[in-house]
C-alpha cells in the first residue's frame, strides 16, 4: 500500500518546541501539499501549556513563514494542512491526563497510530508508560525516538529497557535525520548497485576512510544542553558513527531491515577499542574561541549563554578509527566533527591507494590516487577522480573528476530527511531507524573514550572560529603520511 492510501493519527508530544517548529511541522505540511500522505491523516500537537486550537494555529502559522519558505507556502496550502492539525493540553508523564485524547482518538484503533516524542529523553520511558496506562497503545502504534538515546551505556540501556517494556521493538523508530538523507541511501546505491565498486572496497584496495561533519553554526541558544553533552555524544556516537557503518558493512543479504541492521551492528562490534596511550595519539578534543566566519566576529565557546565559563566540553573531536575485520583490517576510519569550522559540510572520503608502478609523467602533483567523494550537504554529489591524459602531445596525465551532482539529475523537488523518514514511521519500516542493540554499541565503544578523558584531565585544545579545528587534528593524519580532504577549494568548486 502506499503511503498516501494509509490513514494515520500522528501524536506530536513537544511540538511547540524547537524541533516540532522548525522540523516536524514544516516537514508534515510538504507531505501534504505534494499529496505524500492520506487525505484521512490526523496531526496532533501535544503540550504542557494551557491554550486554544487557535492560538496554537496562529504560532503554528508564523513560525511556518521563517521555515518554509514564501514561494512554497500559500494560503490555500497552509489552510488546507491546518485543517489536519489538532491541539490538545495535557502532562505526557501523566496517564490521568490523557482523556481529552482518548477521545479525539477513539474508533481509530485500525489507523497507523504514531507518537512522536519532541521531548529530552529523560523523559521517554515515563511517556511510554503514560501512554500504555491510558490505553493508547495498538498494534498499529509506533513511537519514534529522537536522538540522544542516553548520555552513557547505562543509561541508553534503561532507555531501551523503559521503552521496550511498553513497545515491541518493531514498533520502536530511533531516529537519525542523517540516515534520511537521499545522498546516504545513495551509498548503499553506488556500493551494491554496480560491480565497479564492490571489488575495490576493501583493505587491499582502500588506502584510508575520512568522514567529517562540519559546521559553521555555534551552539545556537543550546548552551544549556550541549554543555552537558559535547561533540562526542552529539555527532560521533550517533550520527558518524551510522555513517561509518553504511560505508564499512558487509553486503547484506537482502535489502531488508533486519539484514541492514544486522550488518551495521557487526561494523560496532568490530571497531577496536580504545587504551589510555590511544587517547594521545589517536584523538584529539578542541573547543572554539572567539574568531570570524564570513566576516562576522562570533563569540567564543564560554561566552556562549547557558555555558559553564570554566567549561571543559568539547565542541570539536577528530578520531582515528579502526575496524578489526576482515575487510577493514589496517585501514584507518578518520573520523572528524566541528562547531564553527570554516565551512558547512558532511562528507565521505574513500581514498584508494596509489597504482603499484608509475607509468607515466604528470602536472604538478604527480599521479594522483583515486578518491570517492560522497558528499551529503551542503550540495549533493558523488564524485571519483581519475587520472587522464592531458590533451596535446605526449602521455602527460592531470586529475579529472567524473561529478555526479544529485540535485541537478532528480528532477522536481526532493524529500528532505524528515519527510523520508516521517513516511517511513506511517508506513511500518526501520530500516532507517536505530535498533537497539546499535546504539548500545555504539555507547560500548564511545564511553572509555569519555571515561579515559576524564581520567587524563586534559582541557580541550584551543582553536579559532572559521577554522578546522585544533593544529593537533592535522597531525593526526599527517602522522601517518596522509592529510584531511581540503574543503576550501572545493567549497569554490
Known sequence: MKTADIPFDMVVVGATGDLGRRKLLPALYFLHKYGKISPDGRIFAISRREGSREGFLARAGESARGHIGEAELTDEDWGSFAERLHFVTLSATEAETYAPLNDLLAGGEERARVFYLATSPRLYVDISRAIAEAGLVTDQTRIVLEKPIGTDLASAAAINAGVGAVFDERQIFRIDHYLGKETVQNLMAVRFGNILFEPMWR?????HVQITVAETLGVEGRG???????????????????????TAMEPPAHLDQDDIREEKIKVLRALRPFTMEDLGKKTVRGQYRLGAIAGETVPGYLEEPDVDEDSSTETFVALKAEIDNWRWAGVPFYLRTGKRMGHRVSEIVIQLKPVPHQLFESRAGGIQPNRLVIRLQPDEFIKMSLMTKVPGAGMVLQRSDLDLNLASRRGGRAFQAYERLLLDVIRGVTTLFMHRTEVEAAWRWVEPILDGWRQLGDRPRSYSAGTWGPPKSIG???????SWYEHIVEAGR
Not at 203 to 207: G, L, P, S, T
Not at 226 to 232: E, N
Not at 233 to 246: F, K, P, T, Y
Open 476 to 482: 593526526l593524519v599527517e602522522r601517518d603520511g596522509r
Open 203 to 207: 583493505a587491499e584496495k582502500v588506502d
Open 224 to 246: 544549556g544542553y550541549y554543555d552537558q553533552s559535547g561533540a562526542l555524544r552529539d555527532m560521533i556516537q550517533n550520527h558518524i558513527l551510522q555513517l561509518l557503518c553504511l
